[in-house]
């Protein structure tokens, strides 16, 4: 099997990250590393890839095979186009097409948390099942369907488990009310405490500190989180029953403070569903550009 050297790239709400990566379609390995603020508009967000993609490119020893490219919202991984995000500057472009020419070198264009789940499938916390959700939790939330064996993408639309409504009234920015992510995502948790309290926080890391110390509108918060995030892992459980749900993104470093009352909660709410085992992703903030290294080497081996 060969070894390939590609650049993967990771477009994220607030920063776009970028590594150089080496491996087979089994094992990726991150080697060097980028990256930048995610710009409001398209066209420098394109320039920003570039960049990034020079930048690794020219720090290789070894010529670039591929470039994989994931980013957040309904990505059409089979035409390489990125079909809609709430968050980010883009409707129907084709990210694999356009950057394909623009780079020289195949591209492949995926989704964030898809990719994020094939490589903890792969190579992580999933790897020893064959029905699991692995769910991210960053900016937003979504889930990569492992459905016997296989990641499961509906064409681009399913796994969008932050926009199932759990009945809180909120408004969430999709138009929908009652959305798990307008409760449970890593912003809403920060969004949330600052609106509460009058307090700015940087991130749900420094409100989950704040949770540690026993403040009291820090705990209301991440308990409001918490049964957010169960309400929906219920849904999951009704129609998916799947055998694990691997927790990812930036929230999940917040180990047992998060995985406890979740675990907790969820007891609470399963009738006659089967309880998934709640598992903590092993690739960290990598998953993604990881996952995206192993959709361009998928690419070239195709």
């Not at 470039?67 to 995000?85: F, L, S």
């Not at 623009?102 to 999933?126: I, K, N």
């Not at 990598?286 to 192993?294: D, K, N, V």
């Amino acid at each position: 099997m060969a070894r390939r050297h590609v650049v993967a790239v990771d477009i994220g709400g607030t920063e776009t990250k970028a590594a150089l990566v080496s491996g087979t379609s089994e094992s990726v390995a991150a080697e060097k590393h980028a990256r930048r603020a995610t710009p409001g508009e398209l066209a420098p967000l394109l320039d920003i890839i570039a960049e990034l993609v020079d930048e690794l490119g020219n720090a290789s020893e070894h010529e670039i095979d591929a470039v994989g490219i994931v980013a957040p919202g309904i990505v059409d991984e089979a035409n390489g186009v990125g079909v809609y995000t709430t968050n980010l500057p883009w409707s129907q472009f084709p990210f694999g097409a356009v950057m394909t020419e623009r780079l020289g070198v195949p591209v492949a264009f995926g989704h964030d948390v898809r990719a994020a789940g094939l490589a903890e499938c792969r190579m992580g916390a999933a790897k020893d099942l064959r029905n699991a959700v692995i769910m991210p939790i960053g900016t937003g939330i979504a889930g990569a369907l492992l459905l016997d064996g296989r990641i499961y993408s509906g064409e681009g639309f399913a796994g969008e488990i932050g926009h199932v409504n759990v009945g809180h009234g909120e408004l969430c920015a999709c138009g929908q009310i009652g959305c798990v992510e307008t409760m449970a995502s890593s912003a809403a948790i920060a969004r949330r405490y600052t609106a509460r309290t009058g307090t700015p926080v940087k991130g749900a890391a420094e409100v989950a500190l704040r949770v540690r110390d026993g403040e009291q509108d820090a705990v209301a918060v991440w308990h409001e989180a918490v049964d957010a995030l169960a309400r929906g892992i219920l849904v999951l459980a009704t129609l998916l029953g799947p055998e694990a749900v691997v927790l990812g993104g930036g929230l999940a470093l917040a180990g047992d403070l998060l995985v406890d009352p979740l675990r907790e909660r969820l007891d609470g709410l399963i009738a006659f569903q089967r309880r998934p085992e709640l598992r903590l992703a092993a690739l960290g903030d990598e998953a993604g550009f990881l996952g995206a290294a192993l959709l361009a080497i998928d690419t070239l081996e195709a």
